[in-house]
């Protein structure tokens, strides 16, 4: 994964935009968008109306324990100066964090926000399903109760910061055309994602997609059974997971 969606929520004032936002007390006033954000060099950039004292950047992990503190000087920078601000390559990280910075200009004034990128795989055993069919039969439904728990418990984890989604992708072998195994692999994530709705295990909105043998999680030659191909992840994420492959996510529920 190269770049992930990310989730802002603007704490000063609880405004619906996403990257603007003013402090009553203060007229400070915070600008940055999406494309500002990059995840993956760590790294921050904004502007504020006002001259810039400093910025903090705290990161948390799903446990709500601080992992990184930063602290970035700007010494009265001008007005409308771009700024910028980073954090560490942190190996606590891999479920995500949540991103907290406080931006502060000379007289004392503030404007804070905060990003959530979390996310879950959520363990369980495959579900195998019968030849081009996608239907979950009996024999196989008690993989799918086994995974409740696990799953109950990381929607847990991750509702205590805000509203998570479940992502089911579903994944072929080989065998058979390129098509049919794309169509294939959605009606089986579909399948998978019905039954956790079916049986009250989860009201948070659930997404589904078909990669079909186009993310393998071993190469083979085409129109090779192999068993491990044939599978479907489950997780747990603030975010739309970007994930290699054909189409996008679609709303289940």
């Known amino acids: 994964m190269n770049k992930l969606p990310i989730s802002i929520m603007v704490l000063a004032l609880a405004l619906p935009l996403l990257w603007s ?6 007229g400070l006033k915070l600008t ?28 948390f992990n799903l446990e709500g324990v601080e992992i990184s503190r930063n602290v ?7 007005a409308g100066t771009p700024l910028s601000v980073t954090w560490p390559n942190l190996l606590a990280d891999s479920d995500g964090f949540r991103l907290k910075l406080k931006v502060m200009d000379v007289a004392g004034g503030w404007v804070e926000f905060e990003i959530l990128r979390f996310w879950i795989a959520v363990p369980h055993e495959e579900v195998v399903f019968e030849t081009n069919q996608a239907v979950i039969r009996q024999s196989e439904a008690h993989k799918l ?3 409740t ?6 929607i847990a984890k991750i ?7 479940l992502y089911i992708a579903g994944h ?7 098509a049919d195994n794309r169509t294939l692999s959605l009606r089986r994530a579909r399948a998978i994602a019905d039954f956790f709705y079916r ?6 909105p659930i997404y589904v997609r078909g990669f079909g043998e186009e993310a393998l999680a071993v190469k083979t030659e085409d129109n090779t059974d192999e068993l491990r191909n044939r599978r479907a992840d489950y997780i747990v994420s603030t975010f739309p997971p970007e994930m290699a492959g054909p189409g996008s996510w679609i709303r289940y529920r």
């Open 32 to 59: 940055l968008g999406k494309q500002n954000i990059d995840l993956v060099n760590r790294k921050i950039n904004f502007k504020i109306n006002r001259k810039a004292d400093s910025a903090q950047i705290t990161l």
């Open 159 to 165: 509702g205590k910061w805000g509203e998570g989604q």
């Open 149 to 154: 728990e696990p799953l109950v418990t990381a």
């Open 172 to 178: 072929t072998d080989t065998v058979g055309s390129l």
């Open 145 to 147: 109760r086994s995974a």
């Open 199 to 204: 049986s009250g295990v989860t009201k948070i």
């Open 72 to 78: 970035a000087l700007y010494k009265g920078a001008p």
């Open 21 to 26: 936002a003013t402090t009553l007390a203060t």
